[in-house]
Each structure stands twice: as C-alpha cells, then as structure tokens.
C-alpha cells in the first residue's frame, strides 16, 4: 500500500544534540513538507520541497535543516540552535501543483522529547 | 495574508446527537478549503475538501461541509455523532505560494462524545 512513512515515533534527545527524524512516501509525489504541531497550535510549516534538491523554508524554519537528495526521502534535522524542540513533528506530501491543487497526505508523526 | 479561524476549542456533545464545527477563513482569491481529523498520537487524515462547484461537499465517515462564501465559512457537519468521532478536527485553507501549494491550519477543535 502507498502512504508516508516516519521513524521513529518515539525520539529523545539531550540537550545540546542534533537529531534527524526521517519520512519517506512511496506515492510517487513531488512535493513534500515538514509541520511542526504544538498543542493547541495546529500545524506550522518547518519546510517544503518541491523537488529533489530543492527546499525554501516555511514559517518557523530557524533550527531545523533538510535535506531532497531522493524523492522519496525527506529527512528533517533538529538542530541544537531550536530553543524549544519538544513536539509532534509531522511529515506530509502531495503530488506536483502542475496537476492542479490537491490534498496533503500525512505520515503518523514523530514525537520529539528533549531531555 | 490567510488565515483560519475555529472559535471552538473543545466540544462535547452526546452520542447519537448532531455536530456543527465551525471554521472561518480568511484569503482573498478563491479558497481551497479541507477538513482533517486527528486521533491522539497520529497523523491527520482528510476527511473532506471542497475546490469548487457544489458547495455541499461530502466526505468520508459521514461528514459533510458546507461553504459559505458571504460568511467566509466551511463548517463541518455530521447528523449523528459515533463515539469513535472523538479526536481532534483541523479546518485548513490552500493558497499557491513560492511555487507550491501550501495549507495554512487553524488552531483545531477536539471533540468528546458522552456515551
């Protein structure tokens, strides 16, 4: 079956430590996204890719990096630089806007701990 | 800018009772409007979108929307709530920006169902 994958669902991380939380699709989709949710925050944007070997930054990019080598793989690095890192880290992907507008699919998500 | 508003942080409702979430948006061109649910600890999965034509738009599970141009809403139905309706629901509006299709999100609205 298609769909997203993320791991792991469960991460901790001491302070001080990068850590990178991994996303792959096999939808055979373009464009994929990392969301960051806080509770009673709903979904903010971390990063997007339309394309392997192209990013731009969402609206809370600041700590975090990316990575398109593959179009199937998106991993998210959270690095020490992210003052406040506990969270829901959720990974999504649709298919390229030059077939018109379409929904997002979302993977399970990774929650992220910092110890 | 856009913007999604959903007033109504929490919900309870009884079992077998009807259900209205609300959500209000606010963008300039004509929007593309979704639906998501979210159990505890997963991902969101669409429940519904509305693009254009009808707009009485029906989704999976038995939800429907309906989109209100002059009042600037999509507000989420469903006649007969289930207790496995209880999670938490996320209205989001799609905008073209930097050359790709990006969701803004609102807030969320958890639902409680009373057996």
């Known amino acids: 079956d298609g769909g997203i994958t993320q791991s792991p669902k469960y991460l901790f991380r001491k302070e001080g430590q990068n850590v990178t939380l991994s996303c792959e699709q096999n939808l055979n989709h373009d464009a994929m996204y990392w969301y960051r949710q806080d509770p009673g925050q709903g979904l903010r944007l971390i990063y997007y890719s339309q394309i392997v070997n192209d990013f731009q930054k969402g609206d809370i990019a600041e700590g975090y990096s990316v990575s398109r080598e593959k179009k199937e793989s998106f991993p998210l690095t959270v690095t020490s630089a992210q003052k406040n890192p506990t969270a829901f880290y959720l990974c999504?992907?649709?298919?390229?806007?030059?077939?018109?507008?379409?929904?997002?699919?979302f993977g399970p998500g990774t929650r992220l701990t910092v110890l | 800018a856009q913007s999604v508003t959903q007033p109504d942080i929490h919900i309870t409702v009884s079992e077998g009772a009807s259900l209205e979430l609300r959500c209000n948006y606010s963008?300039?061109?004509?929007?593309?409007l979704f639906w998501y649910v979210q159990s505890p600890g997963q991902g969101l999965q669409l429940l519904l979108k509305y693009f254009s034509g009808d707009t009485l738009v029906q989704g999976i599970k038995g939800f429907e929307a309906e989109f209100k141009r002059s009042q600037s809403s999509f507000n989420l139905r469903k006649p007969s709530v289930h207790w496995s309706d209880a999670a938490e629901y996320f209205c989001?509006?799609?905008?073209?920006?930097?050359?790709?299709?990006?969701?803004?999100f609102g807030k969320g609205t958890k639902l409680s169902v009373i057996p």
């Open positions: 963008y300039g061109a004509t929007p593309y």
């Open positions: 999504a992907s649709n298919r390229d806007r030059r077939q018109g507008f379409n929904e997002q699919f």
């Open positions: 989001a509006v799609g905008r073209l920006g930097a050359g790709s299709y990006q969701l803004t």
